[in-house]
């Protein structure tokens, strides 16, 4: 997606070897109207998939999901928790991820109610780097016997093998943006952001 | 807003005295549809305000504010973080809110670039209740040098103070719904949401 790599290249910040900060757009500000596209541009590329529900990741995946929602006909969104508040009683899908970027393992939890046998789940991500929440994802929605109808991310970075992760365990990956390489401050994309 | 509170009366679940649960459709399932209708109702009571900027907390607010933006042409979204990722290494507004219903205290953080001197800054959140983490937001716009241009809530809990706050401190608060009671398990909405 040629808008996208571009705003990564004149908004984002390349840290090390390992980190894009797209804060003004993506993680911290949000530009709604671009999350538009990325959200039209993720129905063109499942196009003629059924999709009965989206799942993604607080915070970042939930403006995402939001503003791809209309363009797959509104299904119903939920957002696994990174924390357990007190007001989450019942019974929920519990998986772990480590996110080597920041360095911390979050609990992942989605209410059993809202993921159902049967179900075909859009699992949305903002980055996709080693794909350990993706993965915690897939198992969750494969636990309450649902299917995976596909996994898409709006960037992710091909060096760190989540995708040939998440392939391996018979899903789809889409993303929209594949960062080959991030070297003094520079942002190299690769060719596997295939559609376009 | 009529339709809000016979989804929260239909969907919702109040739990004591104090918390009203609408995990449904807006703080871990989210019917984004719905929260198109929540938008344009924020629009239609700010008519006539300036909006430069949208600014909310994360997780909650972010939903709703991504589907208010587009009835406000597409501002600029903020959302306050939680917790300083290893990521945001230039300056913040830093300002603590307590939160009574879950019993702890955030440290919210908006990076500096993202609030700018002389904007007018619509402040969004699911709920209000002591008026805590609206109160952290009014004083990160007004340390930044903007104003509040008002203060949209989804859910008030009338019965806990925090509109009353947020009014003596000259913002505008428009509260979709009301409530003034919670009480075994029946939740009592009051008159005081404006514009109907």
Redesign the interface.
Known sequence: MDRLKEKIRTEGTA?GKD?V?V?GFL???????F??EIGEEFARRFEGVQVDRILTV??SG??I???T??YFD?P????A?KAA????VEGFYEEEARSF???TVSRLR??KQ?LRSGENVLILDDFLAYGEASLALVEMVRKAGAQVAGIGIVIEKGFQGGSDKLRARGCRVESLAVIEKIEDGEITFGGGDAGE
Chains 1, 2 share one sequence.
């Open positions: 840290i980190i900060k804060d993680n911290h500000q949000i530009d709604v109207k999350l538009h607080e915070s939930i403006a999901a939001s503003c929602a209309p509104y119903p969104v939920v957002f928790k508040p007190n007001t989450m970027t920041k360095g989605v209410a809202f």
